[in-house]
């Protein structure tokens, strides 16, 4: 028998989890989008303004392609295109899953950011990875 609580707890969860739901499943539309729309084909993206206006690699150039990569099932490819983007991947995949598996148990999502140090982090790899992508012994990083 099911009681008029037990109706109560699984309605706010299953609400509560749509906005992860609704995450995934726009994440994995881009992803088929790029997977099926070649970006290595000209005219089908924008080319990066950063690159078209200074010749120089962003730490996002060569990400679409990358994409396209893994959604075709070659990480190597990937791999060689944006490692930086590669790298992100299970990093969002698991932060992903926090937010889920949070919003499920129907924790505080103001508990859910992220640290200070771990985003300081991020951005200082980035910004090595900008530069060294762009000088010659970092040529192994450019697209």
């Not at 499943?25 to 200074?54: I, K, R, S, W």
């Not at 690699?57 to 983007?85: E, F, I, K, M, S």
């Not at 999502?109 to 991020?122: E, M, Q, R, T």
């Given at each position: 028998?099911?009681?008029?609580?037990?109706?109560?707890?699984?309605?706010?969860?299953?609400?509560?989890?749509?906005?992860?739901?609704?995450?995934?499943l726009?994440?994995?539309?881009?992803?088929?989008?790029v997977?099926?729309?070649?970006?290595?084909?000209?005219?089908?993206?924008?080319?990066?303004?950063?690159?078209?206006?200074?010749?120089?690699?962003?730490?996002?150039?060569?990400?679409?392609?990358a994409?396209?990569?893994?959604?075709?099932?070659?990480?190597?490819?990937?791999?060689?295109?944006?490692?930086?983007?590669?790298?992100?991947?299970?990093?969002?995949?698991?932060?992903?899953?926090?937010?889920?598996l949070?919003?499920?148990?129907?924790?505080?999502?103001?508990?859910?950011?992220?640290?200070?140090?771990?985003?300081?982090?991020?951005?200082?790899?980035?910004?090595?990875?900008?530069?060294?992508?762009?000088?010659?012994?970092?040529e192994?990083?450019?697209?």
């Amino acid at each position: 028998m099911v009681t008029g609580r037990t109706a109560d707890v699984r309605g706010p969860r299953a609400l509560a989890v749509l906005a992860p739901l609704g995450a995934a499943l726009a994440a994995g539309a881009a992803v088929a989008y790029v997977g099926v729309v070649d970006p290595n084909e000209p005219g089908h993206y924008p080319t990066c303004p950063f690159l078209m206006l200074t010749g120089l690699y962003c730490p996002g150039c060569g990400g679409l392609r990358a994409v396209h990569a893994l959604a075709h099932g070659d990480p190597v490819t990937a791999l060689g295109l944006n490692l930086l983007v590669v790298a992100l991947v299970p990093v969002l995949a698991f932060l992903w899953g926090r937010w889920a598996l949070r919003s499920w148990r129907g924790a505080p999502l103001k508990g859910i950011s992220i640290h200070p140090s771990y985003v300081w982090a991020f951005l200082a790899l980035m910004i090595v990875f900008w530069i060294v992508r762009n000088v010659a012994f970092g040529e192994f990083l450019a697209p």
